[in-house]
């Protein structure tokens, strides 16, 4: 299994970014995706996670309100729309996907990640 993880980039304060993820090399339906971050000198940080038929989603409180999760299955791909950036979203993004029907704000729930992408924000 490969995810790929794309469309960050550097961005200014109060504006969006929207990420991707393409999971490839699947044998399985069914899975939770989640999206996690880690800036440097911090410990990896739960983003948000998505149920594979989309109807539920859990977010870190940090970005509640501001993105927003979503998946379309047909096209294999998840989102994750980010709005009202901030400087403290600056990190790496990493899209993970856990074979478990629970949402998870723990990364050790998660079988597979991808490399992530580099999220700028300047303020």
């Given at each position: 299994v490969q995810l790929q993880a794309s469309?960050?980039?550097?961005?200014?304060?109060?504006g969006s970014l929207r990420l991707s993820c393409a999971p490839s090399?699947?044998?399985?339906?069914?899975?939770?995706?989640?999206?996690?971050?880690?800036?440097?000198?911090?410990?990896?940080?739960?983003?948000a996670a998505i149920?594979?038929?989309?109807?539920?989603?859990?977010?870190?409180?940090?970005?509640?309100?501001?993105?927003?999760?979503?998946?379309?299955?047909?096209?294999?791909?998840?989102y994750l729309q980010m709005n009202s950036l901030k400087s403290e979203d600056t990190a790496v993004y990493y899209c993970a996907i856990s074979r478990g029907i629970l949402l998870q704000y723990n990364a050790r729930s998660y079988d597979y990640w991808g490399q992530g992408t580099q999220v700028t924000v300047s303020s």
């Open positions: 469309g960050g980039g550097l961005v200014q304060a109060g090399g699947l044998t399985f339906d069914d899975y939770v995706i989640g999206w996690f971050r880690q800036a440097p000198g911090k410990e990896r940080e739960f983003v149920s594979w038929s989309g109807g539920s989603t859990l977010y870190g409180d940090s970005v509640k309100g501001r993105f927003t999760i979503s998946r379309d299955n047909a096209e294999n791909t998840e």
